[in-house]
């Protein structure tokens, strides 16, 4: 029978548990490990890029932080944890304008270098899904209920770590840890039944790989 040295089979652990973090996670988020960050650094990047996002659109919208979520990737004894952030929308954004939201915010994803990974042009619910150029992120922004927007960051596999509540500034009141209602501020711009141009009105697919 072969012998194994203690350091050979320590490697061979360590490998598997790493490859263990993404096993089992398919897409959601959680496939690239990184043992260079942990999970609240990770935090906040998505509390960053939540801002970012919301900031960029004009006229603004109001929003509110959402319960996050944080938790092991691969069994309590991984080493290595995920955070999911969560904004909500308060503005009523009409269905006559939800396709430019979309757009508007998939430009800016893609001005700040992140990947478009997909795309539902779909008038009355429309979505769209990237990720950051390292991995670390994915972003989805999905249209619910009454037209209400849910922008969600989910992060890769990281090192555990405690973490904090979202301190990054919402606009608008904040509804963290409370029951959200449905979009309740209305907009001028963002409200309007009025149709607007066809080229701002839907958001683009990504290029075929």
Known sequence: MKKYSVRTIGIALTVLALAGCGAGNGDSGKAKGSSKVDMQGVANEADKLIHRT??????????????????????????????????????????????????????????????????????????????????????????????????????????????????????????YGKAIPRPNVNDAFWSSTAPIAPSTATPTAPPSS
């Open 54 to 175: 919301l900031s960029a659109v004009k006229p603004s919208l109001e929003w509110t932080h959402n319960t996050s979520d944080h938790g092991s990737c691969d069994g309590a004894s991984s080493g290595y944890g995920d955070v999911t952030r969560r904004a909500v929308v308060m503005t009523k954004v009409s269905e006559a304008r939800r396709g430019a939201l979309i757009g508007v915010i998939e430009r800016q994803w893609k001005r700040d270098g992140h990947k478009i990974t997909d795309v539902n042009p779909d008038r009355k619910f429309p979505e769209v899904y990237a990720e950051t150029s390292d991995g670390l992120l994915k972003m989805s922004l999905i249209v619910g209920g009454e037209g209400q927007f849910f922008l969600d960051v989910q992060t890769a596999c990281v090192k555990k770590s405690d973490v904090a509540a979202p301190s990054t500034q919402v606009n608008g009141h904040s509804y």
